[in-house]
């Protein structure tokens, strides 16, 4: 059963401006480890980065907390199952906050623009 729903769209431009200026300072801020090794291994790291970064926004829309209650963007991992689809790794917070729940995201990105949906479920 659907609960809520977070949707998210963002500018690669704003995602590489932020890497250019912050570096590794930001990825670290708002990426796993895995993440940061998974979009960097790819020919326009940027679009990979812009995707999750929309993933985190439409997750955190669609828990209703935003970044509060201890909530980070490390409190969520983005990942890709064998076949390339994606999927989330939740942190203990954000497990507290939705119980038995489950959170479906769906993601997709041009050149340009990256955006992404999350779907809290029971």
């Given at each position: 059963m659907l609960d809520s729903v977070g949707i998210d769209m963002v500018?690669?431009?704003?995602?590489?401006?932020?890497?250019?200026?912050?570096?590794?300072?930001?990825?670290?801020?708002?990426?796993?480890?895995?993440e940061i090794a998974y979009c960097k291994?790819?020919?326009?790291?940027?679009?990979?980065?812009a995707a999750r970064f929309a993933a985190k926004e439409a997750i955190l829309k669609a828990i209703g907390t935003g970044l509060s209650q201890g909530i980070r963007w490390t409190s969520m991992e983005v990942v890709n199952d064998k076949n390339g689809s994606p999927s989330?790794?939740?942190?203990?917070?954000?497990?507290?906050?939705?119980?038995?729940?489950?959170?479906?995201?769906?993601?997709?990105?041009?050149?340009e623009y990256a955006v992404a949906q999350a779907v809290l479920v029971d």
């Open positions: 500018e690669v431009k704003r995602i590489r401006i932020l890497m250019e200026k912050w570096g590794d300072r930001f990825l670290h801020r708002v990426f796993t480890p895995w291994s790819k020919n326009a790291p940027e679009q990979s980065f989330v790794k939740l942190g203990k917070r954000i497990k507290d906050k939705i119980g038995d729940k489950k959170i479906l995201i769906s993601m997709s990105h041009t050149k």
